[in-house]
């Protein structure tokens, strides 16, 4: 793993911009997105850049299952205000809230990852070490699956909603094995509260119980951190 260690969340959001620039620059069709407060600094660099992404594809992680993709809550929403209304894509995936069979939106996901390798995908961490909405214990051969999430992403979640029975109970996320087959991984992470699972993924041990430990097995991995979150290593 490349450890990049910055002052602050916005010196990162530069640094991510940087990763993104250059592999642009290599070639890079398909990017991996992620939702939640980390990516927004680099979402916003790339925003006031000139980087053009009408060629590129975009896959999401995840998505809140029984949200439209209008309702402000949603991950479909957070991206078009973060960046597809400033950037748009080619095209951009992303789980849909709404799918009635849950099985075949499984099933139409994993198609749409296969037919879309991903070259750079950038991941944030949750306080207990979850990538997407990988929870821990989560089997590391999973790819897209639907998931109930924890009660402490639950509360970590409801601080964006009015009420807390409002939070949604499951979403749709890729897998540990869907986000393993990027060619290039960007993980970001700011603040005191992610330092337990910075520690944990960098230093191990490599454990189902600390899903973003699985990253330590990928051969092509960049860390941003600021010093708060990097602050046990
Ligand atoms: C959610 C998302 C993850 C995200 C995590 C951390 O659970 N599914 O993709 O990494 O929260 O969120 P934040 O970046 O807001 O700390």
Do not use: C, W
């Not at 979402?43 to 590129?56: C, G």
């Amino acid at each position: 793993m490349k450890v990049i260690v910055v002052k602050s969340d916005v010196e990162g959001g530069k640094e991510g911009y940087n990763v993104f620039a250059e592999e642009k620059k290599n070639g890079a069709k398909t990017f991996g997105l992620a939702t939640g407060s980390t990516p927004v600094t680099t979402y916003k660099e790339i925003v006031a850049s000139d980087l053009d992404f009408t060629d590129s594809v975009s896959v999401n992680l995840d998505e809140y299952v029984g949200m439209s993709a209008d309702n402000e809550q949603s991950y479909n929403y957070f991206m078009k205000s973060h960046l597809f209304d400033y950037k748009p894509f080619k095209t951009s995936y992303l789980p849909n809230g709404l799918a009635e069979d849950s099985d075949a939106e499984v099933k139409r996901y994993d198609k749409v990852i296969d037919d879309n390798p991903i070259d750079l995908q950038i991941l944030g961490i949750g306080r207990n070490g979850h990538i997407g909405f990988n929870e821990p214990g989560t089997p590391r051969d999973i790819t897209t699956h639907k998931v109930p999430l924890t009660q402490s992403t639950i509360d970590a979640n409801a601080r964006f909603f009015e009420h807390e029975e409002d939070v949604p109970k499951f979403a749709y996320s890729m897998g540990l094995a869907s986000i393993m087959k990027s060619k290039h991984i960007l993980l970001e992470a700011f603040g005191e509260d992610k330092a337990d699972a910075v520690k944990g993924m960098i230093e191990g041990p490599d454990t189902v119980d600390l899903p973003a430990s699985i990253l330590q097995n990928h051969p092509n991995v960049t860390v941003i951190i600021d010093e708060a979150a990097a602050s046990k290593l």
